[in-house]
């Protein structure tokens, strides 16, 4: 009896964590995850583009404050979460867009609590490519 406990005990956890998969995500994979839902809606044709709306880097009582977001053009891309006197608290990266986007220089944005951060996508030889950021 104790076996079949521990069984559901350890299927409870997985469902729970299927349910919610953000809960092992940070603010870095969140915004590459919308990057990638971005890319799969740019059209096809040389020149389409597509703006990607991300809200904010963080989920709730996450990356609350001002944030800096960098896109590398060798395909990182990093979030600093501040506190409200500007100092770091956090960092957060990923190279999972870059299988869907190209990135052919680096951005660095300094951005307010709760601001939206536009990433415009562009199609040019047949991939996406960051065209802009805002």
């Avoid at 597509?50 to 990182?76: I, M, N, W």
């Amino acid at each position: 009896m104790k076996e079949h406990g521990s069984r559901w005990l350890l299927l409870l956890a997985f469902a729970a964590m299927a349910a919610g998969c953000d809960i092992a995500t940070d603010a870095a994979t969140r915004l590459a995850y919308d990057i990638e839902a971005g890319a799969d809606r740019l059209g096809s044709a040389p020149g389409d583009r597509y703006s990607v709306l991300h809200r904010t880097p963080s989920k709730a009582g996450e990356c609350a404050g001002p944030y800096t977001v960098q896109f590398d053009k060798v395909g990182a891309l990093i979030v600093w979460c501040k506190d409200a006197s500007g100092q770091t608290v956090s960092s957060h990266s990923t190279t999972y867009h870059a299988r869907f986007v190209d990135t052919p220089r680096t951005y660095i944005l300094d951005k307010p609590a709760g601001a939206t951060l536009t990433v415009e996508l562009e199609r040019r030889g047949g991939r996406a490519v960051v065209a802009d950021v805002r």
